[in-house]
Structures are given as structure tokens and as C-alpha cells.
């Protein structure tokens, strides 16, 4: 008798429509979404309920929710094989936000360091949803039953947040939430500024030499990296106090799979003329593919509305079966 095959894991994971996904998005996680693919049973969302608490023209969101979506798809995210859709799609987010709203403390809430960062950085807009933000965060998750949620050190302690509200809400109205994990991909690489090696690469620098997107063609790629800042020893080697040069080794790593050491190897006694131009040229070939299909997919727009359409059925689906226990345990009048 055959045995019944073990059902994958799942693992969750949301991205806001705030932009291009940078060089770092792209190899801090995005480039191992679509290697999860095979391992895991995979939810991707745009979280454009979450980009709310920013700011930004109607129109451009619009426009930048679309763009994320098709920019998964071409990344390399197949939604045969996994779930991927836009969060406002599926109602079940709005309506679990708001439980967990009323489960969560407001001391907890509080202490949440992202919530600091960013009112001290948009004083003129500290808003409900920026404070009450994690909470939703949790509703995403908990709706999904999820395994796993990837997590980089800005979002540890929003996973510590939701596991402890999850416990909490299994306490006191019976076990219906698993308690995620944090899933630490071994290849995820940190990025940081090339003109700032001592700062993590952003979307948001306002030095446009600084960060690579991943839909830059390859002329402004190879002009980047030239300008690349580095040191004065003209010796590829990684270490602290050479911060430039080590993000760059760690770049040309993430993609070709490469030891310190075989790199250090490779460009023994070659200057950082030669290393920035290698490595820039390996960072071209690699995103000019997904350049390529993110523009094949923008000039076919029904073919993105149907995928939308398809993973927002499906979202909502699975989502339904969980929001729905929850109502009833917190003691809400079913509709008949």
C-alpha cells in the first residue's frame, strides 16, 4: 500500500507595492521565492491594505500594486504553483485585521519599534493603521494557517507579535491558530548601498547612483558599479573594514554561487576596475531576463487581470474556512 505523501509546508510572504523591487529585495529574498516554489506550498501577496499607512497618489498605487504583481510573475513566482494575489482582493484580510485589533494590547502595540522608526521619521502623519499595523500583519498570516513566514531582522519582532496574539486568541476561545515559525533562507543576501556600504540598499535613497532595480538596463547596471564606492588597497578581500568591496563580493556571490574565497582567488591580483566590471556585467545577465518578462506581461494586461482574478478566488477560499471558525468562536452571528 502506497503511503499518503506528506502535504508541503506552508510558507507566507507579502510585498508592498511601494515601488521596483531593488537589487537587495531581489537577492535579500525575492530570488529565493521562486526556489521555495518546489519545497513549499507558497503564498505570495501584495499588501497594498498595508501601503495605507503611506501617502501615495490613487493612481500610482494602482499602477504600483499592478507592476508588483506582474514583477513576481516575472521574478520567476508561477502561480500553477503557488497562491499569489493582491491582498485588498480578498475581504477575509480586512475582517481579520479587525479581530486582531481586539485581541491585541495596546502596550504590546506600542513597544513596536517600526512604529517609532516611522513616526519619528513622517511626524505630519502618524495614523491608526501605522500603530495597529502588526495586527493586520498577523491577520495575514494567521488567515493562512501559515508554517513559515521569511523574516529579516526588521520583521522579527512582528512574528514574535503575532505568535504571542495567536496564543493568546487559542487560549482564550480554544486552539484554532499554528503558531508560525521564522523561515531564514541560507542564501539570502544582505545588499547594501554602493555608494554607502555602511547602509542597507533602499528604494527610497535619494541618491540614484546608490541602488540597482532590477528593471535598470544594462548600460546604467555597468554605470553603477563603475562608480561603485570602494577603498584605496585594490585588494579584493572580504572583510570589515572594507565594506564596499565585501557588499560587492556578497552580490557577485548571491548570484554565482561563489565562495569568499574562490572570488578572492579569481581576482587575486586584478584591480577594481576589472572586479566592478565583472561583477556588474553578472548582475546585468541575471536581471535581463526578468526585465524582459516584466515587459512582456505590462503589454498583456488581461493575462495579469485573470491571474489576479484566479488567485484572489483561491485566497479567499482558503482564507474563509479560517475566518469563518474564528467568528464563530468569538461569538459573532453567523450569516444564514
Given amino acids: 500500500m502506497e503511503q499518503k505523501q506528506e502535504a508541503k509546508k506552508i510558507i507566507l510572504s507579502g510585498i508592498q507595492p511601494t515601488g521596483v523591487f531593488t537589487l537587495g529585495n531581489y537577492l535579500g529574498a525575492v530570488k529565493n521565492w521562486q526556489k521555495m516554489q518546489e519545497e513549499y506550498q507558497c503564498y505570495y501577496f501584495i499588501a497594498d ?7 501615495i497618489d490613487p493612481v ?7 507592476q508588483a504583481f506582474a514583477l513576481l510573475l516575472a521574478c520567476g513566482i508561477d502561480p500553477e504553483k503557488s497562491l499569489v494575489f493582491v491582498q485588498s482582493h480578498n475581504k477575509c484580510h480586512a475582517e481579520m485585521g479587525w479581530i486582531m485589533d481586539c485581541v491585541s494590547q ?7 519599534t517600526q512604529f517609532k522608526d516611522k513616526s519619528s521619521k513622517h511626524p505630519e502623519n502618524i495614523n491608526a493603521g501605522l500603530f495597529t499595523y502588526p495586527a493586520l500583519m ?3 498570516i494567521l488567515l493562512y494557517q501559515a508554517d513559515y513566514v521569511p523574516v529579516g531582522a526588521d520583521q522579527t519582532q512582528h512574528l514574535e507579535f503575532t505568535r504571542d496574539v495567536a496564543a493568546r486568541f ?6 484554532i491558530f499554528k503558531l508560525p515559525e521564522g523561515y531564514f533562507p541560507k542564501a539570502g543576501a544582505r545588499v547594501m548601498s554602493l555608494q554607502d556600504p555602511t547602509s542597507k540598499m533602499s528604494k527610497s535613497d535619494e541618491n540614484p547612483k546608490a541602488t540597482i532595480s532590477i528593471l535598470d538596463d544594462e548600460k546604467t547596471i555597468l554605470k553603477k558599479f563603475k562608480s561603485a564606492v570602494t577603498d584605496s588597497e585594490a585588494k579584493v578581500c572580504f572583510r570589515e573594514d572594507k565594506p564596499g568591496v565585501s557588499n ?3 552580490i557577485y556571490s548571491a548570484i554565482t554561487g561563489k565562495t569568499m574565497e574562490e572570488i578572492e582567488a579569481e581576482f587575486e591580483g586584478k584591480g577594481y576596475g576589472d572586479f566592478k566590471a565583472v561583477v556588474g556585467q553578472t548582475v546585468a545577465d541575471e536581471l535581463k531576463p526578468i526585465r524582459e518578462k516584466y515587459a512582456e506581461l505590462m503589454n498583456d494586461r488581461p493575462y495579469l487581470e485573470e ?7 483561491r485566497a479567499t477560499y482558503i482564507a474563509r474556512k479560517t475566518l469563518t ?7 459573532l452571528l453567523m450569516e444564514k
Fill in 307 to 313: 491571474k489576479m482574478r484566479e488567485g484572489a478566488e
Fill in 60 to 66: 500610482k498605487r494602482r499602477q504600483q500594486t499592478l
Fill in 170 to 175: 487559542n487560549h482564550n476561545y480554544g486552539e
Fill in 325 to 331: 471558525k474564528v467568528k464563530k468562536r468569538v461569538g
Fill in 106 to 112: 495596546f502596550g504590546e502595540l506600542s513597544r513596536m
Fill in 138 to 140: 498577523a491577520g495575514d
Fill in 248 to 250: 560587492l563580493m556578497t
Fill in 49 to 55: 491594505l498595508h501601503s495605507l499607512t503611506i501617502q
